[in-house]
Nanobody, 124 residues
Framework: VQLQASGGGLVQAGDSPTLSCSAS???????MGWFRQSPGKEREFVAA????????YYADSVKGRFTISRDTAKSMAHLLMNSLKPEDTAVYYC???????????????????WGKGTLVTVSS
């Protein structure tokens, strides 16, 4: 499975951009998620969504501001980021959790496929 993230760039604080992740196929995927990594920091969980039921999971730092969704027909997941803050600046990575594999939505260990990151820079 190959993942392609798009939608990053330079935005203003308070903007509401959307990141998109396109998967080459989703027949073997249970969930898709987003992680981010800022310079000097560990990669951290942002949000995840199950493809079948659409159940969503969020990090406390983005809960209420970010919304993850999936489009199963297009094999895509989207991350709407509202009320962006400078501290949201990071490289955002799309990830996918394979069916019948170790499952932990909140940890990078729970994901089997990763896309190249897309940089989001939030200016104040």
């Amino acid at each position: 499975v190959q993942l392609q993230a798009s939608g990053g760039g330079l935005v203003q604080a308070g903007d509401s951009p959307t990141l998109s992740c396109s998967a080459s196929r989703t027949s073997s995927i249970y969930a898709m998620g987003w992680f981010r990594q800022s310079p000097g920091k560990e990669r951290e969980f942002v949000a995840a969504v199950t493809l079948s039921g659409g159940n969503t999971y969020y990090a406390d730092s983005v809960k209420g501001r970010f919304t993850i969704s999936r489009d199963t027909a297009k094999s895509m997941a989207h991350l709407l980021m509202n009320s962006l803050k400078p501290e949201d600046t990071a490289v955002y990575y799309c990830a996918a959790d394979r069916m019948f594999s170790y499952r932990d939505f909140y940890s990078a260990k729970g994901y089997d496929y990763w896309g190249k990151g897309t940089l989001v820079t939030v200016s104040s």
